[in-house]
């Protein structure tokens, strides 16, 4: 690494450890931070220190059931309001938070802020993403529950289970 890139990757450290955030780092300059939620109970974020800047990858679903269009659609729509990050899929139609920042840009605080965009996006756009790509398996899965005639405990456990993540629940 270069002293650049060794100083930006000190910068990523302590920034993760002053916000508290439990983090790993597998590697020298590449961390995985674990960001919690509200919506989304756990976010994980990759933060990569290269040659050139810091790459940000997070998870935040698998590719939807259905609807793909909408939730795509949905994702596109809300990238041009979007600081520092932007929505991206995989080749399996998974959806991600991802950016680059320019080396000089990497101070302490640009790091704060970069993580807590990537919460806030990931955790607000949650319930939307689950209820837009898999509304109906929410609602098969609700309907099975009450068939199998589930204790209410059960069925109001499940239930807050749904509404957690933004599903709504028909009976």
């Excluded at 939807?64 to 729509?77: A, F, I």
């Excluded at 991802?98 to 101070?107: Q, V």
């Excluded at 993580?115 to 955790?123: H, K, Q, S, T």
């Excluded at 204790?151 to 509404?163: D, I, P």
């Amino acid at each position: 690494m270069t002293a650049d890139v060794t100083a930006a990757a000190e910068i990523v450290r302590a920034a993760l450890i002053d916000a508290g955030v439990e983090f790993s780092e597998p590697r020298p300059g590449g961390f995985v931070a674990n960001l919690p939620g509200q919506k989304r109970l756990k976010t994980a974020c990759w933060l990569i220190v290269g040659g050139q800047g810091l790459s940000v990858e997070a998870f935040v679903a698998r590719a939807p059931d259905e609807n793909h269009e909408q939730v795509y659609r949905w994702l596109l729509s809300h990238n041009a309001r979007m600081f520092a990050v932007s929505w991206s899929i995989d080749d399996s139609g998974d959806i991600y938070l991802t950016g680059r920042l320019p080396l000089p840009a990497i101070t302490a605080d640009t790091v704060d802020k970069l993580l807590g965009v990537v919460l806030d996006y990931a955790d607000s756009a949650f319930n939307t993403l689950l209820e837009l790509g898999f509304g109906s398996s929410i609602r098969r899965e609700w309907a099975w529950r009450e068939s199998r005639g589930e204790s209410l405990a059960n069925l109001a456990a499940f239930e807050g289970f749904v509404k957690r993540r933004g599903g709504a629940v028909s009976r």
